[in-house]
């Protein structure tokens, strides 16, 4: 058996790094296995002929073989700690996993756009890049559509600042930012989309974050919504925008809530019917206790974008949740299984609400068509020189 792990290790039948450490470290026992038993005067076995890398025939003995390899050892101790101590890093650089979070693939410095050179990339070809992905793991498309929805969702039309303009959430101040907790996975996702099409041409993480809302939205069964190229990163983390733009998913009563969307929406300049008409974005997607706090899918088909939200929110009976796994105030559905955040809620306690949730849950085609121009209204806030592709 000792013979035959030096020929694996000789011979390179055990390819990968991790392997190859295992074998030597079974070797090192079996050497000093071996000169235990020496010691004690039990005669070592000879060995066979051992075959080297070259295809050579080397007479030995264990012995000899066992001198041979504790030599080597005490020459490889050194480099071989720092393998082990690198191996897992080494092993996540050969192959990230973009859904674990201790292998996210985040923009840096080195993978940064570069400089404009009046060159679009081919938009078709990133499209299909983004269904692919969607078409893998359709339970990514729903956390695509917030990744592009909360980019888009800072702008102030007074300041004139925020908005998906400059795609600075790829920043970790941004990232940091309460509403926007697990959208840094997201990032991730999009990351070798990016890498792939931005070293010739001027793919922007702006277009990039924007147009994977749209094509998620479009793959999950929604309304085609027209998009348009041509943002144009930053690379100042301060044209972040501070935390606090984004709506709030309770304000402590209906009244207050109701008057915080206003507020929130108002500052982007969307009225009653358009907050109502991206609220149904909520037909997709569910919340998350590391995230938001908050916990469960808004609708029975959570990567299915259609109406249904609005017909849940007018009609079933919507009562405070009672689970100890809920940290958050929110409401549930008389099974359980669903969930409606306080802010879903007010849409039908407020009667300027509830007028567009009653045509929104009764015809769908309706509510697609105002989905779509709203929400190309919101992912081109605040942008300039865009050209249709």
């Known amino acids: 058996m000792l013979e035959l792990a030096f020929v694996c290790v ?26 235990v038993l020496q010691k004690q005067g039990t005669p070592l076995r000879r060995s066979a002929f051992l075959m080297s890398s070259s295809g050579n025939v080397m007479p030995s003995t264990t012995k000899q ?9 005490g020459l490889m101790a050194g ?10 890093q080494q092993r996540a650089d050969a192959k990230l996993d973009y ?36 078409g893998e793991r359709a339970d990514k498309g729903p956390t695509l559509v917030r990744l592009a929805w909360h980019s888009s969702g800072t702008y102030d039309k007074i300041t004139k600042t925020g908005g998906s303009q400059k795609g600075t959430i790829r920043f970790k101040e941004e990232l940091a930012h309460g509403a ?15 890498k792939k099409f931005n070293k010739a041409t001027d793919l922007s993480y702006a277009d990039l974050y924007t147009l994977a809302g749209v094509v998620a939205i479009e793959k999950l069964g929604g309304p085609k919504i027209p998009w348009r190229a041509g943002r144009v990163d930053s690379f100042e983390v301060s044209d ?51 995230a938001s706090g908050y916990v469960g899918p808004w609708t029975f088909t959570p990567t299915t974008f259609n109406n249904q939200y609005f017909v849940l929110l007018k009609g079933l009976q919507w009562v405070p949740a009672n689970s100890k796994a809920i940290t958050k105030f929110q409401y549930a ?38 989905f779509a121009a709203a929400f190309q209204k919101l992912e081109e806030l605040g942008c300039e020189n865009l050209f249709t592709v």
């Open 10 to 35: 000789i011979k390179a039948e055990f390819e990968g790094m991790f392997s190859r450490v295992v074998v030597l470290l079974v070797l090192f026992t079996y050497v000093v296995c071996g000169f």
């Open 65 to 73: 073989i066992a001198l041979q390899s504790l030599k080597s050892l």
């Open 79 to 88: 480099p071989l700690a720092v393998t082990v101590l690198g191996l897992q």
């Open 99 to 134: 859904d674990q979070k201790e292998y996210e693939n985040r923009p840096n410095k080195q993978d940064q756009a570069v400089t404009y050179n009046g060159v679009p990339p081919d938009f078709a070809a990133v499209r299909a890049d983004i269904a692919n992905m969607i």
């Open 180 to 194: 926007n907790a697990g959208l840094d996975i997201a990032v991730s996702w999009l990351e070798p989309i990016f």
């Open 240 to 290: 972040v925008t501070p935390d606090g733009r984004l709506p709030d998913a309770d304000k402590g009563n209906p009244m207050a809530t109701a008057e915080g969307l206003r507020n929130i929406f108002g500052r982007m300049g969307f009225n009653d019917q358009e907050i109502v008409a991206l609220s149904g974005a909520h037909a997709l997607g569910r919340c998350h206790a590391t």
């Open 333 to 370: 559905d008389p099974s359980g299984k669903l969930m409606m955040l306080p802010s879903d809620i007010v849409l039908i306690q407020d009667g300027e609400f509830k007028k567009y949730v009653d045509i929104y849950a009764k015809d769908q085609k309706t509510f697609f068509s105002d």
